[in-house]
């Protein structure tokens, strides 16, 4: 797709919010230009070595009703995941206990729900409860929410949650169909006015164009204010799922988004989430200089496959990052 924006001058956009056609431009420069904009960005905000770094657990695996086209958990899969019940809050707790002496800052919880029922909230609650009284920063992301369930964890003392937008609108229905994109924005728009932090971003490589990679990231960066915490996923291409024989997503697209994402949310955090597993140390290091600045921290994502504790401390090493205290 040809733009027609002098390039040049795309340090910033015309509007307070970016179009679809800025970031688009943004992400068809000389990539030296354009990591050069996103450290000049990163910069203003943010330590250029420094990695917030997050574990996530999962509470509750599989037997989801939703047929998210990438995602192992759905019932509408064979991929071999097995449904289990909500895990006992004591259990959770000590996970984040380890997840606490292994660096992690902040702990997540995911939850394959479409949505949760009180009952199962009243649990995660006192997970949440219990994870605060450990000193780390709290984050679930439970599928859709009501107003009333975002404020009841608010009042739980949850700090994040997430809700992915996953693509760009035009694409959403390829990939999902059992809740529409507008159902995402009421929970995202549900977990703001209840006063907690929003973690939203999206995935990569899922058969998408430059376009919808422009759409997802204009989208999130017109919601006001700009989500907190940004995930940018590569697609993990898992057997028995729609899309587990797309075609691998190129790493150099992937550095592209990450330095977009920057650019157009230069005070968010930008993390990179699911299939890191995939990614070279010298990827992984183009992502930091992108604009990059948190990690998932531990061997598993949920139910897929992350790198190890030692391998991320090896490349911090290497690389010369350290650990944001905060």
């Known amino acids: ?161 997430n809700h992915n937008l996953d693509t760009s609108p035009e694409f959403y229905g390829d990939i999902i169909t059992t809740r529409t994109y507008q159902d995402r924005l009421d929970t995202l728009a549900a977990v703001r006015e209840a006063g907690i932090n929003v973690c939203c971003g999206g995935i990569i490589g899922m058969g998408e164009d430059l376009d919808d990679r422009a759409g997802l990231l204009a989208t999130l960066a017109r919601l006001d204010p700009h989500p907190e915490s940004v995930p940018i996923n590569a697609l993990v291409r898992v057997a028995g799922t729609k899309l587990g024989d797309t075609e691998p997503l190129d790493p150099i697209d992937f550095v592209r988004t990450i330095a977009a994402a920057r650019i157009a949310m230069p005070a968010s955090t930008v993390r990179l989430s699911a299939g890191r597993e995939t990614l070279t140390d010298e990827a992984q290091a183009l992502c930091f200089l992108a604009g990059a600045n948190s990690i998932f921290y531990g061997e598993k994502l949920l139910t897929t496959k992350n790198p190890e504790a030692e391998r991320d401390n090896a490349l911090f090493a290497k690389l010369g990052m350290t650990r944001r205290e905060s």
Do not use: N
Not at 141 to 155: F, I, N, V, Y
């Open 1 to 161: 797709m040809s733009v027609a924006l002098d390039r040049s001058s795309v340090v910033a956009p015309a509007t307070p919010q970016w179009t679809r056609e800025e970031i688009l431009a943004l992400m068809e420069l000389p990539l030296p230009e354009l990591i050069y904009r996103a450290q000049t960005a990163h910069r203003q905000h943010f330590a250029p070595t420094e990695v917030q770094i997050s574990t996530l657990l999962s509470i509750k695996t599989g037997g989801c009703p939703e047929d998210c086209g990438y995602c192992p958990q759905s019932a509408h899969h064979d991929s071999g995941v097995p449904a289990s019940k909500l895990m006992d809050i004591e259990e959770v707790l000590e996970a984040a206990r380890r997840a606490r002496a292994a660096g992690a800052q902040r702990f997540c919880m995911g939850a394959a729900w479409r949505s949760p029922k009180d009952h199962d909230l009243d649990r995660v609650a006192a997970m949440v409860e219990g994870v605060k009284s450990l000193g780390m920063e709290t984050c679930v992301t439970l599928g859709m929410l009501r107003p009333d369930q975002a404020a009841r964890l608010k009042s739980a003392g949850l700090d994040y949650y």
